[in-house]
C-alpha cells in the first residue's frame, strides 16, 4: 500500500491574491514542492536527473479542486501519494491541508521525458525502484 | 451555440522554467487572462465587481491537458468557451495553441463569491444575462 | 549592533527560468519570505497586523545586485540585517548565500501604510519596540 | 538623444496580493516585457539569440522606487530608455505608468553571458548595432 509523504510550507504575500488568499494557480507549485520533497527523501535529484540522465519529469495533466481558501501566514501540508506507475509517467493523488481543514486536492500525471527533444523516455530503472519500494 | 472567444498572449522569460518551455502552472494564468478579457469584451470589470458588487469570481476546480510545451517568444492563442452556467457558477472549456499545434486543454469552473466570507453568491442578473448573450 | 537573521529555502523549478537558473525577480520573494520569518522570529504575523491594526507593509524601494545564479534543488541562505529604522519605515540589507558563494545582495526599503488608503502610517509602538530590541 | 518606447500591459489577478495592489516584485516581469518587446521591435529575437548565438541576457542589477500602486484592471504602460551601452552590457531606465500617474521608475542592467557557463559575452556586432541606432 502506498505511503503518504507529507510536506509543510508557509503562505507569503508572494501567493496571496486581492481575494485575501492564496492564488489557485499556486497549489499546482505547493503540490510539486511536496513532489520535489517526495523525490529528494528518495534521495532523488532532479537537478542530478537532468545532468546525468539527460531526462526531466514534465507534467502531462493536472487536475485541482480547490474546496477552502488559505491566507496569509497560514502553514499548509501538501500530501504526496503515488498511485499508477508506467514505465514513463506516474500518477500522484495530492491534497493540500490547514489544520484539519482540506484545501485542495490535486490529481497530477507525470511523465518522464529527454531533455534534448522532450519525447517520452523510460524512467531509469534505479528511480524507478526507488520509487516502487514506496508504493 | 456557444460563440468562441479568442485572446492572444506573448511568452516571456518570467513565464519559461528550467526545461526551457513555459512552466505548466503559468497556463493557468494564461487561461486566466483570456478569460478577463472575454468578461471586459462583455463590459464586465472584476475591480468594478468587489467594488459595486462587493463580489469575486473565483476558481472551484482547474483540469489541464498538456499536449505540447511552448518556448520563450511564442505568440500564445487562448480560446474561452462558455458552457453550462449555473446561478453561481460557470464551467469553461479553453485551449491554447501556438500557430496549429495545440498546446493545452482546460476545463476550468468559475465560481461568484461574495468578498467578505468568500461564500457562494448569485451572479448578478446583470452580469448573467450579458454571458447568456454569447452562449 | 544589528543581529543577522538567517532563512533558508529551497529552489523548486517554479523558480526557475529558460537560463536554467532562477529568475532574478524572483529574488525579492526570497529576500521577503527571509523578512516575513524574521518578522516572525519576533512574534510579528502580518495577518493580525492587517486584521487588528488595519496596516500592511509595502516596499518603497529595492535595490538588488546579481552577482552568481542559483540552480534547481539549491539551498539558498538568505540574511535579514535591519538598518535605519524610521516611524514608519525599515530598512533592509539582505543577501541571498549558496554555500560560501554570494548569490545577490538587496538593499530593501519598507513602509508601513494603513490598508484603506495605502497612506504612510506609524508602525505600531509594540511591533517597534520588538524590531529595535534586534537593531 | 535616446528614443523612449512603450509597450503597454493589463493587470490581472495573478499580478496581484493580498494588499489588493500589484505584487511590487512584478513590476520587474512588466520592465522585462517592455525590454523584449523592445527588442523585439529592433528585429532582436531572445530564443534565436539562444539556438544561434548562444548567447542570453541575463539582468546583473535592478533598482525599482515604488511611488503609487496600481490595482487588477488597470492598464499599465512600460517606457523603456537605453542609456550607457558598453560590450556585454546596457542599462535602462524605465518607469511604470497609469494614465498620468507615475508608478514606479526602474533602473536595470543587462549583461550578456553565454549560455555554457554564464560567462560574460560580448553582445553580437549586429545586435549592438541595431541598439545603437535607437540610443
Not at 509523504?5 to 508557509?10: D, E, L
Not at 510539486?32 to 523525490?39: P, S
Not at 535529484?45 to 507534467?59: K, P
Request: aromatic share 10%; hydrophobic share 45%.
Amino acid at each position: 500500500m502506498a505511503q503518504t509523504f507529507n510536506w509543510s510550507i508557509r503562505v507569503y504575500i508572494e501567493d496571496t491574491d486581492v481575494g485575501g488568499v492564496v492564488f489557485y494557480a499556486n497549489y499546482l507549485k505547493f503540490f510539486e514542492r511536496a513532489r520535489t520533497e517526495w523525490l529528494r527523501s528518495l534521495d532523488v535529484n532532479q537537478q542530478s536527473l537532468m545532468d546525468q540522465h539527460g531526462i526531466i519529469f514534465i507534467v502531462k495533466s493536472a487536475a485541482v479542486d480547490y474546496h477552502a481558501p488559505a491566507r496569509l501566514d497560514d502553514e499548509v501540508t501538501l500530501t504526496v501519494s503515488a498511485g499508477r506507475i508506467g514505465r514513463a509517467s506516474v500518477q500522484f493523488v495530492q491534497e493540500a491541508w490547514c489544520g484539519a481543514k482540506l484545501l485542495a486536492t490535486g490529481q497530477i500525471r507525470i511523465g518522464c521525458v529527454n531533455m534534448a527533444g522532450l519525447r517520452p523516455a523510460p524512467i531509469p530503472a534505479e528511480i524507478l525502484a526507488k520509487i516502487r519500494k514506496v508504493v
